[in-house]
Antibody, heavy 119, light 108 residues
Framework: QVQLQESGPGLVKPSGTLSLTCAVS?????????WTWVRQPPGKGLEWIGE???????NYNPSLKSRVAMSLDTSNNQLTLKLNSVTAADTAVYYC????????????WGQGTLVTVSS | EIVLTQSPGTLSLSPGERATLSCRAS???????LAWYQQKPGQAPRVLIY???NRATGIPDRFSGSGSGTDFTLTISRLEPEDSAVYYC?????????FGQGTKLEIK
């Protein structure tokens, strides 16, 4: 059973860097899956951040591309997300999810982690 | 970037009724990359439909999807109280994903 679990600081200062990890269990992150990050500001809709595959370059949301970086930590079977120069607009619940080979939609998802940008 | 517009914004129906949710795209794309998600309060989204009309594993056959080009529909027949949620459509094209703004379904 594939499971994902996000973790990281719940509070980040403005202009700082948001750093999150997503621990994956039940499957290797270097298998035939893409991995993705999605965020959701409180009370609002879903925004795709980007996706990464072990054998290719990541794809990022054009609106975030200049500030975001995704990577794979194969030693710990986890994904990492970094978003720099954050503002209050980056306050959101951040989710990681699997994108199965053959594209069956995003799933499963992690439970999400709330990151608040505030001084 | 393809913009997805969902309608209606909110839908209020009774148990046993049928819900029809619409997702319209700003330009045409492959229906192979159209998905629908259900999100309940405090939970992560879960995929219901992928490839416009294929039910994900474990999804009841009350949920069905259809459409192509720029117009897609999620139909939920025989509504049950646990169907109360926000529903999002999603598309993928040109190495980028976008989501619709969501339709809130309330069960009276």
């Amino acid at each position: 059973q594939v499971q994902l679990q996000e973790s990281g600081p719940g509070l980040v200062k403005p202009s700082g860097t948001l750093s999150l990890t997503c621990a994956v269990s039940g499957v290797s992150i270097i298998s035939d899956n893409w991995w993705t990050w999605v965020r959701q500001p409180p009370g609002k809709g879903l925004e795709w951040i980007g996706e990464i595959f072990h054998a290719g370059n990541p794809n990022y949301n054009p609106s975030l591309k200049s500030r975001v970086a995704m990577s794979l930590d194969t030693s710990n079977n986890q994904l990492t997300l970094k978003l720099n120069s954050v503002t209050a607009a980056d306050t959101a619940v951040y989710y990681c999810a699997r994108v199965p080979f053959g594209w069956l939609g995003f799933g499963p998802w992690g439970q999400g982690t709330l990151v608040t940008v505030s001084s | 970037e393809i913009v997805l517009t969902q309608s209606p914004g909110t839908l209020s129906l009774s148990p046993g009724e049928r819900a029809t949710l619409s997702c319209r795209a700003s330009q045409s794309f492959s229906s192979s990359f159209l998905a629908w998600y259900q999100q309940k309060p405090g939970q992560a989204p879960r995929v219901l439909i992928y490839g416009a009309s294929n039910r994900a594993t474990g999804i009841p056959d009350r949920f069905s999807g259809s459409g192509s080009g720029t117009d897609f529909t999620l139909t939920i027949s025989r509504l049950e109280p646990e169907d109360s949620a926000v529903y999002y459509c999603q598309q993928y094209s040109s190495s980028s994903y976008t989501f619709g703004q969501g339709t809130k379904l309330e069960i009276k």
